[in-house]
């Protein structure tokens, strides 16, 4: 999908899944088509932390997961990475507050991708529209093991505030959601909720994403 198009964009955020080969005792490849069936919108590959791959097997790994989201329509993001995203001919970059200039990584992808922004506060989140961000990622909306350098919880009431202080672009909220938060995160603002472990690490990979998918389909309603 393309970038800049802020409806088109607010569309595939409801269920984001972020996943690696580190988030998985399972095959990634899997994993990712069994969250595909069960109802999530958008997959971001971040290939990051103890054991993540690295060269040639990362480059596999991405195309074979570029692969199976091209063959379900399901737009396909790249954490931090630009050159790997253009590289497989990704949908986006996502990049965080420690990560690459954010309009640096907006003139490298040009319009045509997607580009997320990590944001923390209101200026933060003024400085990434002005950099180019087409969405925000907001949290730690509950505290989350499945980053070690996560900051300190905001809670959905960041969303809130973001919403608040006039931040109109799309935004999803990231951190520790689970089945018994996202509706809140949702309530509060959010256009969707992005997830790690609440996936990749369900013993029933369809069943939970099926069950989070109804949930936001609820708050949407």
């Not at 984001?16 to 958008?42: F, K, W």
């Not at 919403?163 to 949702?186: K, L, Q």
């Amino acid at each position: 999908m393309r970038g800049r198009d802020s409806e088109a964009v607010r569309r595939a955020l409801p269920l984001y899944l972020v996943m690696g080969s580190v988030n998985t005792t399972r095959d990634p490849v899997e994993v990712l088509r069994q969250a595909i069936t069960g109802g999530i919108t958008l997959f971001q590959f971040r290939e990051k932390g103890t054991g993540a791959l690295t060269g040639e097997a990362r480059i596999t790994l991405a195309l074979r997961l570029r692969e199976v989201c091209s063959q379900h329509g399901i737009p396909f993001i790249v954490n931090d990475d630009v050159e790997l995203a253009v590289a497989v001919e990704a949908d986006g970059v996502h990049v965080g507050q420690d990560d690459a200039d954010a309009a640096l990584v907006r003139a490298r992808i040009g319009d045509g991708r997607m580009l997320g922004v990590s944001a923390h506060s209101a200026l933060e989140a003024r400085r990434a529209v002005q950099a180019g961000a087409d969405y925000l990622g907001v949290g730690p909306m509950y505290p989350t093991r499945s980053k070690a350098d996560a900051h300190a919880v905001l809670g959905p009431a960041g969303v809130a505030e973001l919403r608040a202080a006039g931040i109109a672009v799309p935004v999803v909220g990231i951190g520790g959601i689970t089945p018994d938060t996202a509706a809140a995160v949702m309530a509060a603002g959010a256009d969707g909720v992005a997830v790690i472990s609440a996936i990749a690490g369900a013993a029933d990979v369809h069943a939970a994403t099926a069950q989070l998918a109804a949930i936001i389909r609820r708050e949407q309603a």
